[in-house]
């Protein structure tokens, strides 16, 4: 798949907006991955030769930090909160009910290309315990019974899309 | 506002702004402040809409000379938000609704009454309290590093101005020379806050000690410790007074140049951060010749990318360098070779927040709160089974008990508190009998845990201590970096053990195994997080020997946690036969006839999801 010429403008564009930052290896990444959801191989490549790191370095660090993907995530993340405040109240129980819903794993993303499940290691939203965030948008007190209806909030989403 | 060049230029705004400040707190004119929580715990709760909503009622009401609309900082009580709180009659109206907005304008902002509903309501007294300060939350409280924080709108210069902020900035720019700075510093006694507890002056004196041509000061804002999120609180209700600290910090030690490492996941706290330092720049109070001194200084932003172990110093500035969080030998000590190379210290987001009020209030003044060997405040988060979750700020030495029965209200539904766990993936876990310790750096090492950052997690009698440890080592395992092999392969190694304890298929050989591999991961490791990685491990199987044993001799799981090892059962005395469990079963493990025979679940096809037992009309289903 050839990365779209827009695509490639906007990347080069994010390496030339850090030129001069010392090692600006970290924020030029977070940047892609926030704009364009994952940062594949050939994108790595663009990056290297942009900055001058090479290609070998920075697959070293786009594989060591969760925060970056190699795939696509799905349109909505769902994060679901397993740090220690939330697993003491059972979140272990909410992830396994997203799992099965979806069929799928933590990590993995619906065919539809519409769902990805992130095991999340805390939020820092602990008084929110258990704590599912959908796209950032926290989902306070969640409870298995309330897996569903979160799924179908955003299946009625693409419906009156 | 203009352009801050001189001391005099800050004190006069300092002095306008508290005016300013004072004012709207006094109500002075008849004008009344509305504060709306802002802290992440009740945005999640709507409490943007809240805001939006007190505003456009205000605005349709005419009030807008009476009554002012601020968003502040968090207030710490996060199971009771969203907080509204109004002055200058300090009424506080807690889990407020966007519904209940046109109740509190009309009620109390136009007619003067108090709304009753919505106060706090004392879970032991059954009485309405009315003002923060009275909430027994609150009242063995104090505030030095949430300074500020659910009083100043974090997102206004002038605020923090009006809030004592940068008064110790201008105080040792104009008063103090480097040296006073780092000797008041080690006089308060202040340790660091992030974990290991350091002397911070010592820290500083390292760096200071050092000659070259750069150097650098770093705020760690990697909050990985799950459970703890004090950090992002600060960073959220008060940016200035950490920003305040670096400077003073930089000034200490000879740094012109500070960087923030905070955590992707907290976009709340960089956003305000950026906003701060923006505001900050076009003031001059960053940049060159600050005040019209020699001192410049100015301050980046790198954002985490998700690695636990970049709370590490060390792999924290191989993060920001761009490359694998992965920690570098010490020695050398980054106050001799740090960031690029440079003497670098690294200080977490509290012990900075903490600098500004040492500088203001003096550190004999600061000393006398505290312990011997940890003077000042803690900000714990106080999480899991308690009933008052949220941020707890109280001095060094306060006992366990106070923390968790006085201030955290105890245990929810009537459980019986068995251990919390202190010090995260890092720490380890008290119990009972360690109630009235008083907490500081050495008596929770000395019990077998450790400060850490503060993370606070209770634990009731239905938390399985073998679940808890092999949380914490599945955590561990795929956060360790890979760098060292014991951590990398003991860890994993590790947790294969605790999961054939929690199978049921452990021996008395399995838990001799972990403990001596816990001891060479231990040994074998380069940084904190494998040198702690067994901790949790190690601290229950010392407290907890007899819930090990039932998972290996007994083949039980006493919490009837561990799926292996528990069963959902149906006493057929109190089965009412009306086969609401085997409709609602998933997999139509439970046989029975309506009316006639009590259901039974077929034990082999189970698959512990516990539907039957949530949905039990009767409470006939149970675990055992």
Not at chain 1, 76 to 100: H, P
Not at chain 2, 546 to 570: F, G, N, R, S
Not at chain 2, 595 to 609: A, D, F, L, R, S
């Amino acid at each position: 798949m050839a990365m779209q010429e827009e695509a490639r403008k906007g990347i080069i564009a994010i390496c030339a907006a850090h030129k001069g930052e010392p090692s600006p290896l970290m924020p030029i990444l977070e940047e892609i991955q926030k704009k364009y959801g994952y940062i594949p191989l050939e994108v790595q490549e663009l990056v290297s030769k942009e900055t001058n790191v090479p290609v070998s370095e920075i697959y070293g660090v786009v594989t060591f930090y969760n925060f970056f993907s190699l795939t696509p995530k799905g349109k909505y993340v769902i994060g679901v909160c397993l740090g220690t405040a939330c697993y003491v109240k059972n979140s272990q129980a909410i992830i396994d009910k997203f799992e099965t819903l979806l069929g799928i794993e933590p990590g993995q993303t619906t065919a539809d290309g519409l769902f990805t499940i992130e095991a999340i290691r805390c939020m820092g939203a602990c008084a929110l315990a258990p704590a599912v965030s959908v796209n950032g948008k926290v989902y306070p007190q969640m409870t298995v019974d309330g897996v569903s209806k979160v799924i179908d909030e955003y299946k009625a989403k693409e419906v009156n899309a | 506002m203009d352009k801050i060049s001189s001391a005099n230029a800050l004190q006069q705004d300092i002095d306008s702004c508290s005016k300013a400040f004072d004012d709207k707190i006094k109500g002075v004119g008849g004008k009344r402040a509305v504060m709306i929580c802002g802290g992440t715990g009740c945005l999640a709760n709507d409490s943007d809409a809240i805001l939006k909503e007190f505003e456009k009622q205000i605005k349709e009401k005419g009030l807008e000379q009476k009554v002012s609309i601020n968003h502040v900082g968090c207030f710490g009580f996060c199971s009771q938000g969203p907080f509204v709180k109004i002055f200058p009659e300090d009424t506080l109206y807690h889990k407020v609704k966007v519904s209940d907005v046109s109740h509190i304008v009309d009620d109390d902002l136009i007619s003067g009454k108090v709304c009753e509903d919505l106060l706090y309501v004392d879970p032991v007294t059954h009485e309405k309290v009315v003002r923060q300060d009275d909430i027994n939350f609150y009242k063995k409280q104090k505030r030095i590093s949430l300074y500020g924080c659910s009083l100043i709108n974090p997102d206004f210069l002038e605020e923090s101005l009006g809030y004592d902020g940068f008064k110790a900035l201008k105080k040792v720019l104009t008063e103090m020379k480097p040296q006073q700075v780092i000797d008041e510093v080690l006089a308060s006694g202040i340790r660091g806050r992030g974990g290991a507890g350091f002397p911070t002056g010592k820290k500083w004196q390292f760096a200071a000690n050092q000659v070259a041509d750069q150097k650098y000061i770093v705020c760690n804002g990697d909050e990985g410790d799950p459970g703890a999120f004090m950090d992002r609180s600060i960073l959220e209700g008060n940016p200035f007074e950490v920003i305040e600290g670096m400077m003073i910090a930089g000034y200490a030690f000879g740094a012109s140049q500070g960087y923030f490492y905070v955590r992707a996941e907290y976009p709340v706290a960089v956003e305000r951060l950026l906003r701060a330092m923006e505001d900050m720049r076009k003031v001059g109070l960053l940049g060159e010749h600050i005040l019209g001194t020699d001192f410049s200084f100015d301050v980046h932003l790198r954002e985490g990318a998700g690695a636990f172990v970049c709370g590490e110093e060390t792999a924290l500035l191989n993060s920001i360098e761009g490359k694998r969080g992965m920690p570098r030998p010490r020695p050398p000590f980054p106050a001799i070779k740090g960031l690029w190379g440079k003497p670098t210290c690294v200080n977490n987001v509290e012990t900075l927040a903490q600098i500004p009020y040492i500088i203001r209030v003096g550190a004999a003044e600061y000393a006398k709160v505290g312990t011997q060997g940890s003077k000042g405040t803690k900000v714990f988060a106080l999480g899991g089974k308690i009933n008052n979750v949220g941020l707890v700020e109280v001095p060094m030495g306060t006992t366990l008990r106070t923390l968790i029965f006085d201030i955290g209200g105890g245990i929810p539904n009537g459980k019986k508190f068995k251990a919390i766990q202190t010090g995260g993936p890092s720490g380890g876990c008290l119990t009972e009998e360690d109630l009235d310790t008083p907490i500081d750096y050495d008596t929770l090492i000395a019990r077998g845990s450790m400060m850490g950052s503060g993370g606070a997690i209770v634990m009731d009698e239905d938390n399985c201590m073998v679940d808890v440890a092999h949380f914490y080592m599945d955590f561990i395992c795929s956060e360790s970096c890979g760098k060292c092999s014991p951590c990398r392969i003991g860890t994993k190694r590790l947790l294969e053990m605790l999961t054939k304890v929690t199978n049921g298929n452990g021996t008395e050989q399995t838990l001799q195994d972990m403990k001596a591999l816990a001891t060479v991961i231990k040994g074998g490791s380069l940084c904190a997080l494998g040198q702690t990685a067994a901790n949790p491990i190690l601290s229950t199987m010392t407290k907890f020997p007899e819930e090990y044993h039932a998972h290996v001799v007994d083949k039980k799981c006493p919490a009837h946690v561990c799926k292996k090892l528990m069963q959902y059962w149906i006493d057929p005395s109190l089965c009412k036969k009306c086969s609401k469990c085997a409709r609602n079963c998933p997999v139509s493990c439970i046989a029975g006839v309506p009316g006639k025979e009590p259901y039974v679940i077929n034990q082999t096809k189970c698959i512990k999801c516990g539907t039957c037992m949530a949905g039990c009309p009767f409470h006939a289903i149970s675990k055992r």
